[in-house]
């Protein structure tokens, strides 16, 4: 593979049930491309590994990606996460959820660039954490584990079980002024106004 790409693994989170949507996230289309495509074609830039975590594996053949089924099944995304870096080929992995459509290229360098020897590297916005934009060590594996076997299934109840180092947004925020890497398409609403956002920038 190319020494161009980061020696890590890029995972997409592709394990949700979609109930507010009402159709599968990772396959809705923004500008004709469905948004888990968007993703992959953008990792596989970056990255010299990319997999998914995804109990429909069918859905997804297109993508030349690994597709892993939840070590653990109904454990939420924190579940998904464990099963991405428990498979990844290298010490870090960068997550993505599959429903986040404008992630950026210069961003997620930037993550690469601050991932030395803590265990997590995590965005902080004014809207709070962004464990879905993160960076994690396999030294993470046993503290999701701990919680997972707890009953807590939200990524950031393991932080308090590593070294995490949190990269604040006024570090960041000129390669991404809008903070548009952290929008998800949870709803028909959000697509909608996520699609009219797109037009007003082509006009």
């Known amino acids: 593979m190319s020494d161009q790409k ?21 396959l809705i ?10 993703i992959y074609t953008l990792l596989t830039e970056l990255f010299q590994e990319v997999i998914i975590v995804s109990n429909q594996k069918d859905l997804f053949q297109s993508l030349a990606a690994s597709i892993y089924d939840d070590l653990l099944p109904g454990k939420g995304a924190l579940g998904g996460l464990y099963t991405g870096v428990f498979f990844s080929s290298f010490e870090y992995s960068f997550c993505v959820a599959c ?9 997620v360098q930037f993550l690469i660039g601050n991932a030395k020897d803590e265990d997590a590297i995590v965005p902080r916005t004014r809207d709070g954490m962004q464990p879905l934009h ?5 030294r ?9 076997d707890q009953g807590k299934y939200k990524i950031v109840d393991f932080y308090d079980l590593v070294k995490v180092k949190i990269v604040d947004e006024s570090d ?15 709803t028909p609403e959000e697509l909608l106004f996520l699609r009219k956002a797109k037009e007003s920038k082509k006009e």
Request: charged content about 20%; aromatic content about 6%.
């Open 6 to 26: 980061t020696r890590m693994t890029a995972i997409i989170l592709a394990g949700g049930n979609s109930i507010r949507m009402g159709q599968n996230k990772a």
């Open 29 to 38: 289309q923004i500008d004709g491309i469905p948004i888990i495509t968007r």
């Open 99 to 107: 429903d986040m459509p404008l992630i950026k290229r210069a961003l």
């Open 134 to 138: 993160a960076i994690y060590s396999k």
């Open 140 to 148: 993470c594996l046993d503290a999701m584990r701990t919680v997972i």
């Open 172 to 186: 960041f925020l000129y390669l991404d002024p809008l903070r548009e890497s952290f929008i998800n398409v949870n």
